[in-house]
């Protein structure tokens, strides 16, 4: 098992930057894959970004790349992601999620955190 607290959220205006993070705990991150989704109102999961634990190898939404970066702190047990120029689409519950692969299916990943709110104004 494990467990996912993010934190981070808030609202911030358009252009603002903001860093999400996620602490894990229960077991050990070590061959497993962890990744951002975001739920806007009225839509589907959707894929963000993700980051393979043991290599640092990366993915991101083409909607993000460029604007994003997901990162992680081995020491830390914790995963990041960095928000820039964000845009009133980016509004939405981001939640973090950890895999044993790499998948940009939201129904594959194995355990889900409870989710922070952003809120891009403009």
């Known amino acids: 098992q494990v467990q996912l607290v993010e934190s981070g959220g808030g609202l911030v205006q358009v252009g603002d930057s903001l860093r999400l993070s996620c602490a894990a705990s229960g077991s050990t991150l070590s061959g497993r894959v962890m990744g951002w989704f975001r739920q806007a109102p009225g839509k589907e999961r959707m894929f963000v970004a993700a980051?393979?634990?043991?290599?640092?190898?990366?993915y991101y939404a083409t909607s993000v790349k460029g604007r994003f970066t997901i990162s992680r702190d081995h020491a830390k047990n914790t995963v990041y992601l960095q928000m820039n120029s964000l845009k009133a689409e980016d509004t939405a519950v981001y939640y973090c999620?950890?895999?044993?692969?790499?998948?940009?299916?939201?129904?594959?990943?194995?355990?889900w955190g409870q989710g922070t709110q952003v809120t891009v104004s403009s």
């Open positions: 999620a950890s895999n044993k692969v790499y998948t940009s299916s939201t129904s594959s990943w194995d355990f």
């Open positions: 980051i393979i634990w043991n290599s640092g190898t990366t």
